[in-house]
C-alpha cells in the first residue's frame, strides 16, 4: 500500500517536472524570439519605402547665410528637394513597414516621450487628422531613418535656407520688404500645421509650404552656434545677436529668419514638437 | 535516481534559459550603443559604440588642429584622468571623439596622443564619417560648425556614460574636473 503511494508520487513528480520541463522550453523560445527584435531594432535596418512626392531639382549657387561669419559666401551645389513634406499617412506607411520606429517601439535615446503623441496607436494617426499634413511630433533620428529608407536624406541647413530665399517670383526675394511680412504673418495663423500640403502657392522654384504650415528638420540643425570657440559653451544667444548685426541690413529686418535659427539652436535630435516636420533631399547625380 | 537525472536534465535547460538573453538586456532604451555608427580608433582598427561596453566612459569631442579650446578641454581630459581613482580608471575609457574625420585620420589621432603623453589606456581616439560624428554629437547635443578647411567651432562638452552608456552627466563650458573625476569614481 505505501510503496504503491510512493509509486504515484513519483509518476506525479515526473509529470510535474516534464510539464515545467516544457515550461522552461516555452519560455526560453519566447525570450530568444524577443531577442531577435530587439537586435533587429539594434541594427536599425531599414526596410525601403515607395515614396510618391515629386523631387525639385534646385539650382545651386552662392548664398549668404542669415547667420554666419561676416559676409561669407557659402556655396551650396545642385541638389533634388521635396515639393513638400512629409505626410501623416506616409508617415504611417513608414511606421507600418518600420517597426522599430512605432511609438510603443522606439527607443529614448532616437525620440523623445512625445514622439507621435497624439496618434490613438501605433498605427492609426490622430483623430480629425489630415493624413495629407505633414507628420509632426518626429525626432531628427526618426526624419533621418524616414529620408533613409526612401533613399534618400534630409537637407542640410544651407540648402533648406538656399530655397528659403525664394518667394513666389525670385530665387532671392529677400531684398522684398514682402518677403519677411509675409513669413511673419503667417506665424500668427493657429493650428497651421494642421493644415493639408500644397493647398498654398509654390515658390520660385515650384516647392511647397517652406513657410506656411510646419518648421523643419535639417540634417545639421545642430551646426548653430557662435562662430568662435567659447569657453563659456552653450548655444551662445548673444553670438547669435552679434553676428546677426554684422550681417547686412535685410538680414537683421529678416525676423523670420532669425526666428529659425533660435528655434534650431533650441533642438535636441531627440525631441519631438507639434509644429515641427520634415521633408526629404537627394543628391542630384544619383 | 531516475528523478535526480530529470532534475538534473531540467535544471541544464533552466540556466541555459537564463545565459542567451542576459547580455541583451543591458542595452537600455537610452544607451549609446544603441548607435549603429562605425568608428576607428587611433590604431585604425575598425569597432563600434557598443563595443566600448563594459567600462565607464568619458567623452569629449575635438579636433587635432584646433588652437584654442581644444587644448584647454585636452588638459581637462588629463586633469580628470588624474583625479580618478587608480582602480576606477581600470573600468574607465576617456574617449576623444574628432568631428574632423577628414583631417584627422588614425595616424594624425595617434600621433596627436604620443606628442601630448596621453596615448595607451584609458585612452582611446575615435573616428568616423561626417555622418556618424554629427549623429553622435546629437546625441550628445554638442554643436559644431565647419568654418573653414581647418576650424571648427563647437560648444565644449564633457559628457560622463555609466557601463552600459547611459549618460550619467555632462559638463559644459569651463569644466570642474574634480567633479567629473568624482562622478567617475562613484560609478
Redesign the interface.
Known amino acids: 500500500m505505501l510503496e504503491k503511494k510512493e509509486a504515484t508520487m ?1 509518476k506525479l ?2 509529470i510535474f ?2 510539464a ?2 516544457f515550461f ?2 516555452f ?2 523560445e519566447n ?2 524570439s ?2 531577435e527584435i ?2 533587429v531594432t ?3 535596418e531599414l526596410v525601403k519605402i515607395q515614396t510618391e512626392v515629386k523631387m525639385i531639382p534646385i539650382k545651386g549657387g552662392k548664398y549668404q547665410p542669415f547667420y554666419g ?1 561676416d559676409s561669407t559666401l557659402v556655396e551650396v551645389n545642385n541638389f533634388l528637394l521635396d515639393e513638400r513634406q512629409v505626410t501623416n499617412n506616409e508617415f504611417l506607411e513608414f511606421v507600418k513597414k518600420n517597426p522599430q520606429w512605432k511609438r510603443s517601439n522606439v ?4 525620440a523623445d516621450e512625445t514622439y507621435l503623441q497624439d496618434w490613438q496607436d501605433d498605427e492609426t494617426l490622430p483623430k480629425n487628422a489630415n493624413p495629407d499634413a505633414p507628420v509632426t511630433y518626429v525626432s ?2 526618426a526624419a ?1 531613418a524616414y529620408a533613409k529608407s526612401a533613399g534618400k536624406r534630409l537637407p542640410t541647413l544651407d540648402e533648406w535656407e538656399f530655397v528659403a530665399m525664394a518667394d513666389e517670383e525670385l530665387a532671392n526675394a529677400r531684398d522684398k520688404v514682402s518677403y519677411s511680412e509675409n513669413i511673419i504673418n503667417l506665424y500668427h495663423v493657429k493650428f497651421r500645421e494642421k493644415n493639408p500640403v500644397k493647398q498654398s502657392a509654390p515658390n520660385y522654384w515650384g516647392v511647397y509650404n517652406m513657410f506656411d504650415l510646419v518648421w523643419e528638420w535639417t ?2 540643425f ?14 551662445d544667444d548673444k553670438g547669435l545677436f552679434c553676428a546677426a548685426s554684422a550681417t547686412s541690413v535685410t538680414d537683421v529686418l529678416n525676423y523670420a529668419a532669425f526666428m529659425r535659427y533660435a528655434f534650431r ?1 533650441s533642438l ?3 525631441y519631438t514638437v507639434a509644429n515641427l516636420g520634415f521633408r526629404c533631399a537627394k543628391d542630384i547625380n544619383q | 535516481m531516475k528523478q535526480l537525472i530529470i532534475l538534473l536534465f531540467f535544471s541544464v535547460l533552466l540556466f541555459s534559459c537564463q545565459d542567451k538573453p542576459a547580455p541583451e538586456e543591458e542595452i537600455s532604451a537610452d544607451s549609446i550603443f544603441l548607435l549603429d555608427s562605425k568608428w576607428q580608433n587611433e590604431e585604425g582598427k575598425e569597432l563600434q559604440l557598443r563595443d566600448l561596453k563594459g567600462k565607464n566612459l568619458v567623452v569629449v569631442l575635438i579636433f587635432t588642429s584646433c588652437q584654442t579650446a581644444c587644448p584647454m578641454l585636452v588638459a581637462d581630459m588629463q586633469n580628470i584622468y588624474a583625479k580618478i581613482d587608480k582602480k576606477k580608471l581600470k573600468e574607465t575609457s576617456l574617449v576623444m571623439v574628432t568631428i574632423d574625420p577628414e583631417n584627422d585620420t588614425p595616424e594624425v589621432l595617434k600621433e596627436y596622443a604620443k606628442a601630448r603623453n596621453i596615448y595607451g589606456e584609458p585612452w582611446i581616439y575615435l573616428r568616423s564619417d561626417k555622418e556618424s560624428t554629427r549623429e553622435l554629437a546629437n546625441v550628445l547635443a554638442v554643436k559644431y560648425k565647419k568654418i573653414s578647411p581647418v576650424v571648427f567651432s563647437h560648444s565644449n562638452i564633457i559628457t560622463v556614460f555609466n557601463k552600459n552608456g547611459e549618460m550619467v552627466s555632462q559638463a559644459e563650458g569651463t569644466v570642474n574636473a574634480s567633479g567629473i573625476a568624482e562622478t567617475v569614481n562613484k560609478l
Open positions: 513519483n513528480l515526473k517536472l516534464i515545467g520541463g522552461f522550453l519560455s526560453c525570450s530568444s524577443q531577442q530587439t537586435s539594434e541594427a536599425s561669419e527607443k529614448a535615446i532616437f531628427w533620428f533621418k540634417d545639421d545642430n551646426s548653430i552656434m557662435s562662430t568662435s570657440d567659447s569657453r563659456n559653451g552653450k548655444v539652436s535636441k535630435a531627440n
